[in-house]
T-cell receptor, first 111, second 109 residues
């Protein structure tokens, strides 16, 4: 089944404790993105990648890192999480068209 | 500044009613997409419109792209409780996909 998977689905952590949210797609898509979704603000892009080893900042990259060492994986790293990074995070992938395929989401709470 | 403005943000209607959701911008987009998101899940693509003035139908849902490719609308005929969810529009511009803030639709039986 063609899909985007994310892990973990739920995470509660404390300020400053490094964490990684994994994302994997099995559709051989070149483009992958990370979004955060907050009430009233919609989906905002954090980082995106156009191919292996090619990444670029989205609209809200501060406090986040990404890497794209393999085509199928695009992990999101929070080196020192803060409470304002409490949010619902989505990984997405797409082919050369703009039609995004989203993962199921990761709900992160930073206390 | 929100590049894509959706209205209304919240909509609560009775089963059988018709409704329209609007997605407006001052920018021109090469294409525009509509997604539907249910609680606890990621958004799922409903449709992509590419040509100015284009109309696409998906059962009871009708999508229209404005002639100038700056706006779009989603019309639902005879809404059903299963239509409940968050509807998101997204415009493609300069290699990026820009999302509206969403319309939360609740259809009561």
């Amino acid at each position: 089944e063609a899909q985007v998977t994310q892990n973990p689905r739920y995470l509660i952590t404390v300020t400053g404790k490094k964490l990684t949210v994994t994302c994997s797609q099995n559709m051989n898509h070149e483009y992958m993105s990370w979004y955060r979704q907050d009430p009233g603000l919609g989906l905002r892009q954090i980082y995106y990648s156009m191919n292996v080893e090619v990444t670029d900042k989205g609209d809200v990259p501060e406090g986040y890192k990404v890497s794209r060492k393999e085509k199928r994986n695009f992990p999101l790293i929070l080196e020192s999480p803060s409470p304002n990074q409490t949010s619902l995070y989505f990984c997405a992938s797409r082919p050369s068209s703009y039609e995004q395929y989203f993962g199921p989401g990761t709900r992160l709470t930073v206390t | 500044t929100q590049l894509l403005e959706q209205s209304p943000q919240f909509l609560s209607i009775q089963e059988g009613e018709n409704l329209t959701v609007y997605c407006n911008s001052s920018s021109v987009f090469s294409s525009l997409q509509w997604y539907r998101q249910e609680p606890g899940e990621g958004p799922v693509l409903l449709v992509t419109v590419v040509t100015g003035g284009e109309v696409k139908k998906l059962k009871r849902l009708t999508f229209q792209f404005g002639d100038a490719r700056k706006d779009s609308s989603l019309h639902i005929t005879a809404a059903q409780p299963g239509d409940t969810g968050l509807y998101l529009c997204a415009g493609a511009k300069g290699g990026k996909l820009i999302f509206g803030q969403g319309t939360e639709l609740s259809v009561k039986p």
